[in-house]
């Protein structure tokens, strides 16, 4: 009998590990990305004022973006790119003041979110923000052109303005890499050799040369804020790093960061050099 269990056990140990990993290998994307098929119109989110568009991908698909044109010639235009959840509408609270403070504002809802086709990958998030990017770029000659990013959108954004001339990047709650997230979420799995959608923005943002804002509530749950000071870490350049003490994931426009995004855009857009670190 006590051999019997001795062979029963192990294996009965390595079957309640694998088990779980294993899922969590087959509906790793279910975690990372979390889509709204629900597609709202801008005036439900309070932005009446916004176009909705569609704009054609690299790879055939078709996304949605809402699009504030910039009210003067040579205003600045910021793209915002949302986080894991929901559409682009979890991000109008920002839109709203960006638009309020005279930006055009450009709003990219993903792949598979929200009324656009195709399904969320790393990569297919990286296509929608050049295709949204590009179509900006033809529509806005002249203007300075911000990138802001909350949570996982700011790995889209991180990406996006390593290889894309902006005149400066706004960070909110990013993370240093999704895999960092996912092995402090779960430690016991070997996530950093499972992960399909990695989002490696630290190394990616070293590659940044516009001015940087990087946001973070100190009770961040979601995403710790030593994620945001590790990515800060590696950014070379102008920059600057902005703490909200007892602010978590989700509230830091309750705190004053959008107030904080609007004053360095403006600053940007008198004089480049006006951030310090």
Known sequence: MRRRLLLVLPALALALYAAPLAYLYAFQRAYVFRPSQERVHPAEAGLPGAQVHEVATADGERILVWYVPPPASGAPVIVSFHGQTGTVARVAERLRAFAAAGFGVLGVSYRGYGGSTGVPTEEGLHRDAQAAFAWLEARSAGARRFVHGFSLGAA????????????GLILEAPFASAVDVAAIRYPVFPVRWLMHDPFRSDLAIPNVTAPLLVLHGTEDRTVPIAQGEKLFGLAGGTKRFVAYPGAGHNDLPRHGAVDEMVRFV???????SALAE
Request: no cysteine.
């Open 266 to 272: 403006r600053d940007l857009s008198r004089a480049p």
């Open 156 to 167: 889209v954004a991180v990406r996006l303005a390593a290889e894309r001339a902006v005149d």
